[in-house]
């Protein structure tokens, strides 16, 4: 694949998902068949971050896709002492960080402690939805280009009171699905095995928010990257990972010209697809947790006036992405 141009790009922006910290052994995911390297998971990312630091020509912003320390940090009572050392190593960043909340997030604080709080990047928005309590936002680095931070927890079980009216929609919206005393425990049929409480959906609201973005985007002709924690596409993940509702979001997504690419991470193992439908490139960028010690996973795109180039090292692969 030639990833190579003589031509420099416009600008760059790095990606890391799943970085699931915690001083803690070595375990092993919830089905008992993939390895975490919980300590080993701050090398890596300070392997990001140095190889970053040290590019000739630096990433404008990061894009940190959620899960940033691992949920067995609350079992411990170690929730923030975690957070304030991932934290520690992106004070070395030379690039905005702009952070997504995936479900481990979730695990460790609640909405309300999130919202204002390090991990909290609304404050580079230039827009967000006017429901204050969804954590999604827009912003453009360069003329033509915008990306949609999106929030996949909006309707979820996680983060939210129980006693609230959120909470108890998603709960009858779930057990639609899910019949299992432990919801963590996917369905049987595997189209419905998303219907789990490590994953979540998008509200009508934020829905609503995001047409009328890339209704904007459109007139302007501008090319749009939308970024959250869950994939939506099932080509580009298991069905296990998908959002609750990753129909409503892809019908939106095919009803406008603008939009370009879809990055998430949640699965590890990450996985990728074109939609034939639009030309949209769906990513799911591999997971830092599930990465041997010796390896990485963290990517930098390299955005072109008609096309992205991913240049991955590690697990991640080299990709292209062209604007159709």
């Not at 998902?17 to 993939?34: K, L, S």
């Not at 919980?38 to 630096?58: C, D």
């Not at 219907?195 to 995001?210: A, P, R, V």
Request: charged share 20%; proline share 4%; aromatic share 12%.
């Amino acid at each position: 694949m030639d990833l190579g141009s003589q031509q420099p790009p416009l600008f760059k922006f790095g990606v890391v998902a799943d970085i699931q910290y915690a001083d803690i052994d070595d375990g092993f995911n919830f089905t008992q068949t993939r390895k975490r390297y919980y300590r080993s998971s701050l090398k890596l990312l300070k392997n990001a971050l140095k190889s970053w630091s040290e590019a000739s020509v630096k990433p404008e912003f990061i894009f940190q896709l959620g899960d940033v320390i691992d949920g067995f940090n609350k079992l411990h009572g170690a929730s923030q002492r975690a957070l304030d050392s991932v934290l520690l190593e992106f004070a070395s960043c030379p690039a905005k960080v702009h952070h997504v909340w995936g479900n481990h997030e979730f695990y460790n604080f609640s909405r309300s402690e999130l919202v204002g709080s390090p991990l909290d990047s609304s404050l580079y928005a230039d827009c967000s939805p006017s429901r204050g309590d969804i954590y999604a936002y827009r912003f453009s680095p360069f003329p033509g280009f915008t990306f949609v931070v999106l929030d996949a927890y909006d309707v979820s079980l996680l983060g939210r009171q129980e006693s609230s009216e959120l909470y108890n929609d998603a709960m009858n919206l779930i057990k639609l699905y899910n019949n299992n005393e432990d919801l963590n425990c996917p369905p049987e049929l595997e189209r419905h095995s998303r219907f789990t409480m490590f994953n979540g959906g998008f509200s009508k609201d934020q829905l609503d928010w995001l047409d009328s973005v890339l209704s904007a985007a459109d007139e302007k002709q501008e090319k749009v990257t939308i970024v959250s924690h869950l994939p939506v596409h099932p080509g580009s993940t298991d069905y296990i990972c998908l959002a609750w509702n990753h129909e409503d979001l892809l019908s939106i997504i095919r009803s406008h010209s603008c939009v370009v690419c879809y990055m998430a991470g949640h699965a590890h193992d990450g996985g990728y697809c074109l939609d034939e439908v639009t030309g949209v490139h769906h990513l799911t960028v591999d997971g830092v947790i599930e990465t041997h010690p010796d390896s990485d996973a963290y990517g930098t795109v390299s955005v072109y006036a008609d096309r992205m180039v991913l240049k991955g090292n590690g697990k991640i692969m080299d990709r292209v992405f062209s604007f159709s």
